[in-house]
């Protein structure tokens, strides 16, 4: 198996494994929570809210997640600025500022000397140049953010059936709220390096979707997610290694083509049902 375990026997991709695996447990928990609450808009307007604060970062010589962190934390501060004193609706917020940072981004990237090397890296990502320190750090970000939301699994789920039910029994849905946004911001920014901001959402939305054809239920569909999120990560370095393509390009795209895999599976396991229940 040499086409397999050749690529994995190089220390940085064993990194570019561990980290993206990490950001993979990541995003199919929290990316379960997106799907049910249908919160995806949100979750591409954050990848692109971190824009700015990554090219500053950049520009400046700082960590870029620390850059990545704050700048989504205002896009979803102001997010719900614009909601109360504009009076706007959910997604004309989020329309509004995912321009306003996307443009923010790219005008404080153009001041670079390597405009392009530094656009695609903050872009599409560079899982395989995640370090032991970004390890470390992915780590504590996953622990963290799976601590959360089985902490407020409850309020999660009645606010996801119906927020007014959630508050007659006391479950506080604009907490759970915050909490949620809180987790899809932690999630995006800590699947930056891997995928990068332009293609965060296809790790966080295709795992959960591929894992929503086979169940129902919550925590066996996160559960589900996080195995088809890790297999992204490893067909995608794969397809990265021996076809010569970015790696979080290919990962994010594996993704995607994992949960058509899974809707084509299921409707063709359905109707073959269907059609033995009729024959019978």
Do not use: K, N
Not at 97 to 123: N, Q, Y
Not at 220 to 230: K, N, P
């Amino acid at each position: 198996m040499p086409l397999i375990t050749d690529p994995f026997s190089l220390e940085f991709v064993q990194r570019a494994l561990l980290g993206g695996s990490l950001v993979a447990v990541l995003c199919g928990v929290v990316g379960t929570w997106v799907v049910a609450r249908g919160m995806a808009f949100l979750g591409e307007a954050l990848g692109h809210g971190m824009l700015p604060g990554v090219a500053l970062a950049t520009l400046l010589g700082v960590p870029v997640l620390l850059g990545a962190g704050v700048s989504a934390a205002a896009m979803s501060l102001g997010i719900g600025a614009l909601q109360r004193r504009g009076r706007l609706s959910y997604d004309t917020s989020i329309g509004m500022l995912f321009v306003a940072m996307l443009a923010g981004g790219v005008i404080v990237i153009s001041h670079s000397g390597s405009f392009a090397t530094d656009a695609t890296a903050i872009l599409f990502g560079d899982v395989l140049a995640i370090s032991a320190d970004d390890l470390a750090v992915l780590a504590w970000a996953t622990g963290i953010g799976v601590a959360v939301a089985a902490a407020a699994h409850r309020s999660l789920v009645a606010v996801a059936i119906d927020a007014r039910v959630a508050a007659v029994l006391g479950l506080r849905p604009r907490i759970a709220l915050a909490v949620l946004v809180g987790l899809v911001t932690l999630a995006v920014v800590a699947s930056y390096q891997a995928v990068g901001s332009l293609l965060v959402v296809g790790l966080l939305i295709a795992p959960a979707v591929a894992a929503g054809h086979w169940t129902r239920r919550l925590p066996s569909a996160m559960a589900l997610a996080c195995v088809f999120g890790v297999a992204a990560v490893v067909l995608g370095l794969l397809l990265s290694w021996h076809a010569g393509t970015a790696a979080g390009a290919s990962i994010a795209l594996t993704a995607v083509l994992l949960a058509a895999a899974s809707w084509a599976v299921h409707t063709g396991r359905t109707r073959t049902r269907v059609t033995t229940a009729a024959a019978a």
